[in-house]
């Protein structure tokens, strides 16, 4: 009878404790948004939280910003965290490379142009290098500011583009800084940035404002559609697209350009081809202002661009 009964009370026990794993199982499995949230803040102090997604297995995806870095985390069902990867680039701080654009012609007599320059992309939170771009970020969290340097880079003619243009003056290279700032929204990212030449060459100013969507496909690929307007001052388009009147002639006559906008539209690939190689590619259309439209010196007043760039991380 003893024994009867003991063996009665050690099933009650695995019974009541199965119910407790149960119960408890549950419980991990329900923790609430805003507990992710406190454990996220915790484990990331300056974290600034784009989106949260509970996923069909109970875990949670988080989106968020710190120091400028977009980084997306798995919290388990139990509110542990799993993992945080790196969503830009890579986590990688430099890649070096090579990149290749292939442009139509905007310049009368001019063809269609590929050119071939170094990729560089170096990021350490704070200093970066994109391409033709530096800069180093001054404020970072909810939004992101940054002083830029520009190198104008393939910008403009050159006299031995086309005999149209053989008798034009060669254009100096122009350097602007600038401010960019820059928000990220669940939905998309929006920049805006304001540059002035400082290298004398059109000494003049453009402001830019862009609005951004990326999408994540595959393993190691992300997709970036785009969209920006431009506006350039008088100065600027006037020595892109202006005629002084010691160039005029009688198909050419003398012409000073006004401000404008140009919109641009981008479609952007980029992710990891095998080990350390990843592989950048863009197609952008921009559609000029009148300013560049009514120039002498242009017969068109669109352009379709296409590059790809191959570069090595380390």
């Known amino acids: 009878m ?24 549950q419980v991990m499995a329900e923790v609430p948004q805003n507990e992710i949230e406190k454990a996220l803040v915790k484990d990331y102090p300056r974290a600034v939280i784009q989106e949260i997604e509970r996923l069909s297995d109970g875990s949670w995806d988080v989106d968020f910003i710190e120091d400028g870095e977009s980084y997306e985390a798995v919290y388990g069902a139990n509110g542990q965290l799993i993992s945080v990867q790196n969503e830009d680039f890579s986590s990688a701080d430099l890649y070096l490379g090579l990149y290749a654009s292939n442009e139509s012609a905007i310049y009368k007599g001019a063809d269609r142009e590929t050119d071939v320059y170094p990729l560089i992309w170096y990021d350490t939170g704070d200093f970066y290098i994109r391409g033709r771009s530096l800069g180093y970020r001054l404020l970072k969290g909810e939004f992101t500011l940054a002083a830029e340097i520009d190198i104008e ?15 034009m003056d060669e254009l100096d290279l122009p350097v602007s800084v600038g401010i960019v700032l820059e ?4 939905v998309a990212e929006l920049e805006f940035g304001l540059f002035a030449d400082v290298a004398g060459a059109h000494k003049g100013m453009t402001a830019n404002f862009g609005i951004s969507r990326e999408f994540e496909f595959g393993n190691d690929w992300i997709l970036e ?3 920006e307007t431009s506006w350039h001052d008088s100065k600027y388009n006037d020595y892109y ?5 010691k160039f005029a002639r009688a198909d050419r006559p003398a012409y000073e350009a006004d401000s404008g906008f140009d919109i641009s539209f981008e479609t952007a690939v980029r992710g990891r081809l095998w080990g350390n190689w990843y592989m950048l590619s863009e197609l952008e259309y921009v559609t000029y202002s009148s300013a560049m439209k009514d120039s002498p010196l242009t017969d068109k007043d669109n352009q379709t661009s296409i590059s790809i760039g191959v570069a090595y991380a380390f």
């Open 2 to 25: 003893q024994v009867h009964s003991i063996s009665n009370q050690y099933r009650r026990s695995v019974y009541l404790f199965g119910l407790l794993t149960i119960a408890t199982g």
């Open 183 to 186: 928000k990220e929204f669940p």
């Open 153 to 167: 880079i393939g910008e403009g003619y050159d006299p031995e583009d086309s005999d149209y243009l053989s008798d």
């Open 225 to 227: 559609i785009g969209v």
């Open 241 to 245: 697209y202006g005629v002084a009147e």
